[in-house]
């Protein structure tokens, strides 16, 4: 349940004038505060060239994927060197995963199946097979700053798009935990996709009561239901989620 609407309206006066007032600067303590970088694979992202070496286009390619390694590196590099901590998630499937439309004859990717307790599944192209090309980092995202890597979506039978739960919203990756056993009291999210990934995350993470934070500069979505990217920053918004700039995180 996303928290009462009061503490929202508060959160959202005191975020106004925190970084308005205070010229956008905000003070983050690094002790209590982690970055979640999620899903920046190849799978999500359009073909490009790094290195000298080039990737064709996922089997699920956001528009822009690939965009926000650049923004995301920053923030990882400036909590990690502060000692913060920096979790990187994985979208992470076996071959033939419940999530695949190639796994139910007759069905077709954007069609919607009821599998076991999740209701109205979207079935996906193959993407993210364990161990495939498709399945690695974007090779411009930085790992050098990442402390932990989770893996999710292993279980054939059930997909994750949350970094805290599988999509039966109760089964724990255990990120949840290890974010507690460092008295983590907040995540600033961004990665691929906004309206999947990332939206789950920011509303299991306000559910679990972390204070919230999305980069809007980096993160891209699917936007499959058409208009699902502006209705996932709206709900997100609307349960407390604040909206910022990687720009607003101090770089000194
Ligand atoms: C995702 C669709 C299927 C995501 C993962 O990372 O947002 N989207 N699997
Ligand atoms: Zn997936």
Known sequence: MPPSAAPCKTRRLLDFLFLREYNKTMIIDYQTAALIIVDVQNDFCPAYTSGGK?????????????????????????????NGKVIATQDWHPKNHASFASAHPGKKVGDFIDLGSVQSQILWADHCIQGSQGARFHDDLNLDSVNLIIRKGSNPLLDSYSAFFENDRQTTTGLDGYLKAFSISTVFLGGLATD?????????????????????????????????????????????????????????
């Open 54 to 82: 080039s990737h064709p286009e996922g089997s699920l390619a956001v528009a822009g994927g690939g965009e926000v390694c650049v923004p995301l590196n920053a923030v990882a590099e400036r909590f990690a060197g502060r």
């Open 196 to 252: 999947y990934c990332v939206f789950y995350t920011a509303m299991d993470a306000m559910r679990l009561r972390y204070k919230t934070y999305v980069f809007t500069d980096a993160v891209r979505g699917v936007d499959y239901p058409k208009g699902s990217i502006e209705q996932a920053l709206g709900a997100m918004e609307g349960a407390g989620v604040g909206m910022i700039k990687t720009s607003d995180i101090p770089q000194n």
